[in-house]
């Protein structure tokens, strides 16, 4: 992690003038659904800005870039996965939760001063501090440390983030941006590529689930009553205070009742959509008996929110699922209060796959991480029909 004066007072304030205008003139800023991309943020994505980009490349901006990340990581960057101007605003998103970004090396540059705003910062949980730049400042960083943006309680906050590759595979990959901040094109190419996902998520809503129905004649659902667990094996229970961790087999009939095909035609036109399901409504799919037999199970009595989670190393989704707090994600974005479920369960489809670990922190419901590093850390690895 490295830190630097980059930009003028003069290019800060130039960057968000053209930033603000060419947004004006495209129909405003740009939030993604953040049911389909949970770290989703207010902001514009550079090749988008034709003035911003060309100014920035009159600049020598990714030049600079360049030396910096030499000096600092003795690495080249490729390619972007992104490179965008986020914008916090008092009483709209104020925050970002935590996460890891995408690529290898990310930066992040301060647009705003430190009298722009108050509150602000952001936290690297490695660190267990905030980190505050000030204006024109560049933080540079791996990618894959797990950090967030803390809340501004008044003001504006502008910065200038991007997300860099040192792999030379990445100068090849479509949706990717190349050092000329332009979108690496593929075939009848329809925008960035989180505009790509963003369309084929729309649509896909509803119609899947719908097809599913259709087809369930197909598909052996278990009756309600059917025991969801295996009787004969004890659970592996770990307890302390209040906490529990539990693994538990599940039953033959389940296990044959088409849950692996249903799941992986679900994702192949949802990925990354979450379902609600009352705990009072007709279950129409095996998928959806599953859910209500897990939440009957639980002893839960509104109703269960359940998707389809698909990991590949090769790379046709993400390689893993960045360390989080299972939360109510509506509620965060209209009240700024963390609601956490009853219980959360995850169950494995698959015998191959990195485990499900959890660690032993916690956080309030104003957003307040524990202190202190993690004491335990609980491990649970695919076994194809199992719950931790």
């Not at 205070?241 to 088409?258: H, V």
């Not at 699922?321 to 209209?334: G, Q, T, V, Y």
Request: aromatic fraction near 8%.
């Amino acid at each position: 992690m490295a830190t630097a004066q980059f930009l003028s007072v003069e290019a800060c304030a130039k960057i968000k003038q053209v930033a603000e205008e060419e947004a004006s003139a495209a129909g405003g800023w740009t939030a993604d659904d953040p049911r389909t991309y949970s770290q989703s943020t207010t902001d514009i994505e550079i090749d988008k800005l034709p003035r911003l980009r060309q100014w920035l490349l009159d600049q020598g901006f990714m030049e600079r870039i360049q030396r910096l990340y030499m000096q600092a990581f003795a690495k080249t960057i490729t390619a972007l996965d992104d490179a965008f101007i986020v914008k916090y605003v008092s009483g709209q998103q104020v925050s970002l939760e935590p996460h890891t970004d995408a690529g290898d090396i990310s930066f992040m540059i301060a647009l705003s001063t430190r009298r722009d705003y108050t509150g602000g910062g952001t936290l690297f949980h490695s660190l267990e501090d905030v980190v505050h730049l000030e204006q024109g400042q560049i933080l540079v960083f791996h990618a894959k440390y797990f950090h967030e943006g803390m809340a501004i309680t008044s003001g504006e906050r502008y910065l200038l983030v991007g997300f860099c590759f040192t792999e030379e595979a990445a100068r090849l990959v479509p949706g990717n941006l190349n050092l000329q901040l332009e979108l690496i094109l593929e075939p009848a190419t329809r925008g960035s590529k989180r505009a790509r996902l963003a369309e084929d998520s729309a649509a896909a809503r509803g119609s899947k689930r719908a097809r599913l129905a259709e087809d369930s004649a197909a598909v052996r659902e278990p009756p309600s009553s059917a025991p969801l667990l295996d009787s004969v094996r004890q659970p592996e229970c770990h307890t302390e205070g209040d906490e529990a961790f539990a693994s538990y087999r599940l039953r033959e009939g389940w296990q044959g009742c088409g849950l692996h095909k249903e799941a992986i035609a679900l994702h192949a036109e949802c990925a990354g959509q979450a379902f609600w399901l009352p705990a009072a409504a007709h279950a129409r799919t095996a998928l959806e008996h599953f859910a209500q037999a897990v939440l009957k199970f639980h002893g839960g009595r509104e109703g269960v929110e359940f998707w389809v989670q698909l990991l590949d190393a090769e790379g046709a989704a993400p390689p893993a699922i960045p360390f989080h707090f299972d939360k109510d994600e509506a509620a965060l974005r209209k009240t700024d209060v963390f609601r956490h479920p009853l219980r959360s369960v995850v169950t494995y489809l698959s015998h191959s796959g990195a485990p499900t670990v959890i660690f032993d922190r916690r956080i309030s419901p104003s957003g307040e991480l524990s202190r202190g590093k993690p004491s335990k850390a609980y491990v649970s690895y695919p076994r194809g029909d199992a719950l931790p």
